[in-house]
Nanobody
Framework: VQLQASGGGSVQPGGSQRLSCVASGSIEDVNFIGWYRRPPEKERELVAFINKDGGRSYIDSVKGRFTISRDNAKNTVYLEMNNLQPEDTGNYFC??????????WGQGTQVTVSS
């Protein structure tokens, strides 16, 4: 399975974006799908993840602003981002781990928040 992220771009502070992570195969049995980001000159961090049963988790800095969701019928995981701030700038990419033991990383999409 391959992952492809899209939906990034430039936005002003306070704006919104929706990222999509589309898998080339079924994600129905994928236990973990996470959105990561790498801010400029910083380490990669896990922003949010969603598991097979729909359970979600977020880092504190995005709670209340970001929402992760999955649509198994479309093999897609979304990251809805609202009230974006400059510190949200970074390269965003998705990662999946399946119960079968495989895992894969997708290519990133750049999100730039500036006025």
């Amino acid at each position: 399975v391959q992952l492809q992220a899209s939906g990034g771009g430039s936005v002003q502070p306070g704006g919104s974006q929706r990222l999509s992570c589309v898998a080339s195969g079924s994600i129905e049995d994928v236990n973990f799908i996470g959105w990561y980001r790498r801010p400029p000159e910083k380490e990669r961090e896990l922003v949010a993840f969603i598991n097979k049963d729909g359970g979600r988790s977020y880092i504190d800095s995005v709670k209340g602003r970001f929402t992760i969701s999955r649509d198994n019928a479309k093999n897609t995981v979304y990251l809805e981002m609202n009230n974006l701030q400059p510190e949200d700038t970074g390269n965003y990419f998705c990662h999946a781990r399946a119960l079968a033991g495989w895992s894969t990383w997708g290519q990133g999409t750049q999100v730039t928040v500036s006025s």
